[in-house]
């Protein structure tokens, strides 16, 4: 395909160096076509204002939790209760900051 017509294109005459130069641009030219380079911006989830140390540590537990629920019905049901906890801890500092946040918002 196109890596072959660019293999093709290469120069038999030029040296090693020359090949190897001309067969990297072109692997580069392939890959920036077929399967370009994206960047990703992601927010940092400790600076949100919900995100405080007793919802931090909730997490920690729950955490903790999580590796130790395979061992009985117990540790899984303690991680079940630990998630169901922190997603409505979560829950309502969202709704809290939410409500602050819409209270500045001027009424025209």
């Known amino acids: 395909s196109d890596l072959n017509g660019i293999i093709d294109g ?48 909730l997490r920690k537990e729950r955490r903790r939790a999580e590796k130790k629920k395979k061992k009985s019905p117990e540790h899984h049901r303690r991680y079940l ?8 801890l979560s829950n309502s500092k969202k709704e809290k900051s939410t409500d602050c946040d819409s209270a500045l918002i001027p009424l025209l």
């Open 10 to 57: 290469i120069d038999k005459k030029d040296s090693f160096s020359m090949q190897v130069q001309d067969l990297t641009s072109a692997a580069s030219f392939l890959l920036d076509e077929h399967a370009p380079y994206v960047t990703k911006n992601v927010a940092v989830v400790d600076s949100a204002p919900r995100f405080d140390s007793e919802y931090r540590d």
């Open 81 to 88: 209760d630990l998630c169901d906890e922190a997603n409505q």
